[in-house]
């Protein structure tokens, strides 16, 4: 499969909200890191920091790249955020991101979405969708 075509899959796959049950089924295990499997360290799948200022430490299920979801760690192994990775390329009118899933038991406190140009893992230019639990007070437990 083609990595344009892994992408498109990838993104579809969140836009119709599959590729989320292995959050959900994360579940508690998911609160503290790392989850359980199949999450790995994104810093051990591609060349990024185990530490990313702004997202923390971040975990991913190496079936649902490149959009994800994430999740984000603070220091001390607090689940703080979940993230999905959306190139613009797939961004189309008739493109429905509904019911983006978090480990169960966790509530969003507040989302964030941001346009990045591009990095390792997710080349292509796309939006983070950042759902938080915790308050936006707290994000600085993830700021460095």
Known sequence: MSSRSF???AAAAVA???GAPAVQAAGASALKAPPAAPYKAVSSL???PDFIPGMGRLFVDPATLPAGPFLGYDHDGRLVNTTYMIPLSLMKPDMHLNDLKVPAGVKVDHVDIMYNAGHPGV???HIHIVLWN???AQESR???
Do not use: F, I, N, W
């Open 142 to 144: 993830v700021a460095k």
């Open 16 to 18: 119709l909200g599959l």
């Open 46 to 48: 591609v060349k990024l």
């Open 123 to 125: 080349a292509e230019p």
């Open 7 to 9: 992408l498109t899959a």
């Open 134 to 136: 915790v308050p936006a």
